[in-house]
């Protein structure tokens, strides 16, 4: 787990450094899995292999009286990003880490899943 932390970590460090400045209140974390309940509770069928997850309010929603509230959390679930992955080898995981990472720090940023889509990512 330490080892995928470390490629969570160089993600977030390539973010460019305007990206870096404005991820405000939020928390990066691992996890090995997404609990069955809360990919339900997201809509989602119990098997949906969730690679990443954003909770909290984006940045485009917050208002004056955001304050005083527990941090955004975007989490990474490295189990089914190394099923994803496959049999690809370390620089696989380490490019699919960095794609769910930019995914979800797009949501804390306003983006939804739609607009990703859209924009290709």
Do not use: C
């Amino acid at each position: 787990m330490k080892a995928f932390e470390a490629l969570v970590a160089e993600a977030l460090d390539d973010l460019p450094r305007y990206v870096q400045e404005r991820l405000s209140n939020v928390a990066v974390v691992v996890e090995e899995d997404a609990r069955p309940e809360r990919v339900e509770r997201l809509g989602h069928d119990r098997e949906y292999g969730l690679l990443g997850l954003y909770e909290g309010i984006n940045r485009v929603e917050r208002a004056s009286g955001y304050h005083l509230v527990t941090p955004d959390r975007i989490t990474l679930f490295w189990r089914p990003i190394i099923d994803e992955v496959g049999p690809g080898g370390p620089e696989s995981i380490r490019h699919e880490v960095r794609k769910t990472v930019i995914h979800e720090v797009a949501h804390h940023f306003g983006i939804d899943d739609a607009e990703l889509e859209r924009l290709g990512g």
